[in-house]
């Protein structure tokens, strides 16, 4: 039997898809990458925001004509809105056949099985706030760049966030199960890791913390780049800040959702901190280390906001200078608390906050490019760049794409890379011997 998998959403959600594919495969059911192929479609899906779901819906429809045409084609959702829409998703669209909830993956085999044993629609959606796929070893999908699951779930509730009702309580992995797994990584070739977690900052397994793991992995030989997401502001500590510092793996790269730069609706967002705080520890980063990129979050229209609240937010990422900003207009999600807020803001009012937003930050983000003209930086090379086959594109520490003329023997190596311009948001450089 053949499966395909389309994923939708988070890093987190390409984690899991990686280990489905490893669920699926070891009771030999096989994977293919060509969707005609399939005889079980599963989509991987994402809540964080109404237009998310409204998307993979529509993905879905479209896949019914290729199940008219082929009789036994099955459809699956798993993933967010598999835990959030349970049985009704069924009821919405007659053609899903299953759906799994984020703690049951182990459960896809037998469901899947089952499906072709008796045509009835199948649903688990069990919530397990201790399920953490010990002793899975994910099928990392990725060439050079590998993502590694440090912990399952949120306990934070921000008032906007439907994660912590659909991937549950917060619980960390064995710290010695994903040191083996990075070592294990590191060894087939994989040089650069991504630890990943809904808030990796509170990691925490047999007072081993985050701090701590970071130094563990620090010590892989066998890896070469460390990042990792997503990081909490509010726990962000010295401690991590100072481990990210003096650990020549960790990458001069950081995500930190600031939401808002408003006190008050901080707080309505449950956030449980300060824009002053916020602000603080973007300058304790780049006092430690003065090269690292932060991008963040930011959430326009939030329920209430006034001109005077927003202005705050638009002052303080024009203030803070972030190398990246993911901008969003707030999506009301139900069951949150933020919902029931009687003070919505219309979706003209959220949508024009946005696109102020995005103008601002292009134009910081194309400074923050232009800035490098003249630096030295180590590149991971990972392919023959999109424009021109002479010349290779990858990444640096602080995550900026980079190309150079070079030949694709340096493909999978890191060099040394002198800027020399910016076009857009690509570096533009020379290979330095
Ligand atoms: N509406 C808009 N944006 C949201 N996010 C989370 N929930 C919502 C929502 N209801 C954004 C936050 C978060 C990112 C992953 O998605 O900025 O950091
Ligand atoms: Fe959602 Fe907040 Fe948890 Fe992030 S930390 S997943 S925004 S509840």
Redesign the pocket.
């Known amino acids: 039997m053949n499966i395909y998998i389309e994923t939708y959403g988070c890093q987190m959600n390409v984690a899991d898809s990686e280990l489905v594919r490893s669920i699926l495969k070891s009771v030999k059911l096989s994977v293919v990458e060509d969707i005609a192929d399939a005889d079980v479609i599963i989509f991987n899906t994402c809540s964080?925001r109404q237009h998310a779901e409204d998307r993979v819906l529509g993905r879905i429809n479209n896949e019914m004509s290729r199940k008219r045409n082929k009789k036994n084609l099955k459809i699956g959702v798993i993933g967010c809105m598999a835990q959030r829409l349970d049985k009704k998703l069924n009821e919405m669209n007659s053609n899903i056949d299953f759906v799994v909830g984020v703690d049951q993956y182990k459960k896809l085999p037998e469901i899947i099985t089952d499906l072709f044993d008796e045509d009835d629609f199948k649903c688990n959606t069990l919530v397990d706030d201790k399920e953490i796929y010990k002793d899975i070893y994910p099928i990392h999908t990725g060439k050079f760049n590998a993502f590694v699951t440090i912990m399952r779930g949120?306990?934070?509730?921000?008032s906007?966030?439907?994660?912590?009702y659909t991937?549950g309580r917060e619980r960390s992995r064995l710290t010695a199960d994903i040191i083996n797994e990075i070592t294990k990584i590191g060894e087939k070739g994989f040089n650069d890791v991504t630890l990943l977690g809904?808030?990796v900052n509170s990691y925490n397994y047999k007072n081993v913390n985050f701090a701590e793991l970071l130094r563990r992995v620090n010590k892989i030989d066998s890896i070469k780049r460390i990042r990792f997401v997503?990081s909490?502001p509010k726990d962000l500590s010295d401690e991590v800040i100072q481990v990210m510092a003096e650990s020549e793996k960790v990458c001069e790269h950081l995500h930190l959702?600031m939401?808002s730069g408003d006190d008050e609706i901080l707080a309505k967002?449950?956030?449980g901190y300060t824009s002053q705080h916020f602000l603080n520890i973007t300058k304790k980063l780049r006092k430690a280390m003065p090269n690292i990129a932060i991008t963040t979050?930011i959430i326009a229209g939030f329920p209430g906001e006034t001109d005077e609240q927003f202005q705050k937010t638009y002052d303080l990422m024009k203030k803070i200078q972030f190398d990246y900003a993911f901008t969003f207009k707030y999506s009301p999600r139900t069951g949150t608390k933020a919902a029931e807020f009687i003070d919505h803001l219309p979706e003209e009012i959220r949508l024009a906050r946005l696109q102020k937003l995005i103008e601002l930050q292009q134009d910081i983000t194309t400074l923050k490019y232009k800035e490098q003209i003249g630096k030295i930086k180590e590149i991971y090379v990972e392919q023959v760049s999109k424009k021109s086959d002479k010349e290779m594109a990858g990444k640096s520490r602080d995550f900026k794409i980079t190309v150079f003329p070079g030949d694709r023997s340096l493909i999978g190596k890191f060099v040394k890379v002198k800027i020399t311009d910016a076009v857009g948001w690509t570096l533009k450089g020379e290979l330095i011997n």
């Open positions: 964080v949120c306990n934070n509730f921000c906007y966030c439907i994660v912590p991937r809904q808030n997503t909490h959702a939401q967002m449950n956030r979050d």
